[in-house]
């Protein structure tokens, strides 16, 4: 009678074990795919100008606006979920280490915090600059016309602390239909102005980039100073929308702005040249290619 119900459960505990391991596999590829590669990316070319093939260097940090927190510092959204409109209100807060509302900031480009905006599709691209409340609340208003998820990217500097930029996101529903990244491009024309984009940018150094503006087919001279500067660039990398810190260099109001732009790993990425001039601030959008760097 043993050996009978030994013979029997031989081909169970098999076919059990056959469904064990499957099911092991089925769990390793989801998670695999959860956690994917940009949740691991590095930033060894961020803007603390470590190398990326420095062996002997720390691990390096993932790149900024993938997180929400980041050494003890936290963006919360007041909602995560919004109704579409012109002009939503938005308001949020960061937290410190301490788990109070943040209220002291250095100035950054003439302000405290920079907000920038986006759609997952790299459309919509709003830079704006909230308002703060004695409390540490910051409030604005956003263009938030086509439903979709949105990324929020929070850029400031702790008083006496160094740069963080933290990202949350905010969801417009509706039916959301991603519109393709454009081909890279090294022209854009927006507002009637053509401005030019010269340079390559490698992944794992400072790289340099041009921008050329004109009007009517004549060079712009007369730039005038936005946030500090003669443009302001900010840099999204398509796949994940991690966000690059990007320095505008010193020089003269146009017709060229130069910047020094870290990607920390190579891909497609969005640029987008915010400009004033008559007043007016514009803004011109690129996409390009970065290059891997050598080993």
Excluded: C
């Excluded at 029997?8 to 956690?35: C, E, N």
């Excluded at 993938?66 to 007041?78: M, R, W």
């Excluded at 994940?240 to 920390?264: I, N």
Aim: hydrophobic residues 40%; without cysteine; glycine residues 10%.
């Amino acid at each position: 009678m043993n050996s009978e119900r030994q013979e029997l459960d031989a081909p169970t505990k098999l076919v059990g074990f056959v469904v064990g391991i499957a099911f092991l596999f089925l769990a390793a590829l989801f998670v695999g795919d959860k956690i994917g590669p940009d949740a691991q990316a590095t930033a060894a070319a961020s803007h603390t100008g470590h190398d990326a093939h420095d062996e002997t260097a720390a691990p390096a940090a993932v790149p900024a606006g993938l997180q929400a927190t980041q050494d003890g510092y936290t963006l919360s959204l007041d909602r995560s979920v919004t109704e579409s409109g012109p002009e939503v209100p938005v308001a949020f807060t960061i937290s410190g280490p301490d788990g109070a509302a943040l209220i002291d900031y250095d100035v950054m480009h003439t302000e405290e915090l920079h907000l920038i905006v986006v759609r997952r599709d790299l459309t919509d691209f709003q830079h704006v600059h909230p308002t703060r409340n004695a409390s540490g609340t910051w409030s604005t208003a956003l263009d938030l016309t086509r439903p979709g998820p949105y990324r929020l990217f929070a850029d400031f500097t702790p008083a006496g602390g160094e740069n963080i930029t933290l990202g949350a996101e905010l969801t417009v529903p509706g039916d959301y239909r991603p519109q393709p990244l454009s081909t890279p491009n090294v022209t854009s024309r927006v507002d009637g102005y053509d401005v030019t984009l010269a340079g390559a940018v490698t992944a794992g150094t400072n790289s340099t980039v041009s921008l050329t503006i004109e009007q009517d087919g004549r060079e712009v001279t007369d730039l005038e100073p936005y946030l500090g500067a003669y443009g302001h660039l900010v840099a999204l990398r398509a796949d994940d929308l991690a966000y690059l810190h990007v320095h505008p260099e010193d020089g003269p109001p146009g017709p060229t702005v130069d910047f020094t732009v870290s990607a920390p790993t190579a891909g497609t990425y969005a640029l987008y040249l915010d400009f004033q001039h008559g007043g007016v601030v514009h803004t011109a959008e690129f996409t390009i290619e970065v290059q891997e760097g050598q080993a």
